[in-house]
């Protein structure tokens, strides 16, 4: 199983699940670890198992129901793979974060010193309702006591969209560039990007992976429809 990690010298576990290592078949081969996608359950129970002993963690991620909304919850208040939301923290050692992906964007967050995490799932829908602000606004720390990572995503190269998703994404960042007279092409890594540092924090990385342009390493629900999801997952240190 291959992990990326977040390049942090921060006391937390933090990374981001490929597709190698796991025992789903199909489209979904191997690492599948959404739920709700039409693999077999138990192969997705068994990796999510997997995933959890590799990257240390000390109990099940905290899955959201995710709906592409601007919705932020603590992990307290999460009942896996029910709760609706699209972005989730928690100031508890231990707890683990997680956000599902398969193209649209994960944005990991952590306080420098330690006291609380975000995952936070941003695809179009959710930058322009805003579910990066609204997820700062929750934590108990300001921006400029974060740093941010955003994972593996769609790259601006494979992801041209129609007039109207231009329009929306264009109305709130400058971020978004046309490719041609013709195509459109939106950067959604670096439109997280700059809403993050916009909005103050202390440093932000970007991974700069395209998970369409990837399929031996990366899901994408743009290039194959039917597809697995990798997990973005991030837990205070205990």
């Given at each position: 199983m291959a992990l990326i990690h977040p390049d942090w010298a921060l006391p937390v576990r933090a990374g981001f699940s490929a597709r190698e290592g796991g025992v789903s078949q199909g489209p979904?081969?191997?690492l599948n670890l959404g739920?709700?996608?039409?693999d077999d359950p138990q192969a997705v129970?068994?990796?999510?198992?997997?995933?959890?002993?590799?990257?240390?963690l000390i109990e099940a991620p905290r899955w959201l129901s995710q709906v592409h909304g601007h919705q932020v919850?603590?992990?307290?208040?999460?009942?896996?793979?029910?709760?609706?939301?699209?972005?989730?923290?928690?100031d508890q050692p231990g707890v683990v974060c997680a956000v599902l992906v398969a193209d649209c964007v994960p944005v990991l967050l952590a306080a420098v010193d330690g006291s609380c995490v975000a995952a936070v799932h941003a695809g179009w829908r959710g930058l322009v309702s805003g579910v990066i602000e609204q997820t700062l606004a929750a934590l108990p720390v300001s921006?400029?006591?974060?740093?941010?990572?955003?994972?593996?995503?769609i790259g601006k190269a494979a992801y041209e969209v129609g007039p109207e998703v231009w329009q929306a994404v264009a109305g709130v960042s400058a971020a978004s560039e046309t490719a041609s007279a013709e195509k459109r092409h939106i950067?959604?890594?670096?439109?997280?990007?700059?809403?993050?540092?916009?909005?103050g924090i202390a440093q932000v990385q970007q991974a700069h992976a395209c998970t369409a342009s990837n399929p031996q390493q990366f899901f994408s629900y743009r290039r194959d429809g039917a597809t697995g999801r990798s997990a973005?997952?991030?837990a205070i240190d205990l």
């Open positions: 979904y081969a191997s739920i709700h996608v039409g129970i068994a990796n999510r198992a997997r995933l959890a002993a590799m990257a240390g919850v603590h992990a307290n208040q999460v009942v896996s793979d029910q709760t609706q939301a699209d972005a989730v923290w928690s921006a400029g006591q974060l740093h941010a990572w955003i994972g593996p995503c950067d959604l890594s670096l439109i997280a990007a700059r809403r993050l540092q916009q909005a973005a997952y991030i």
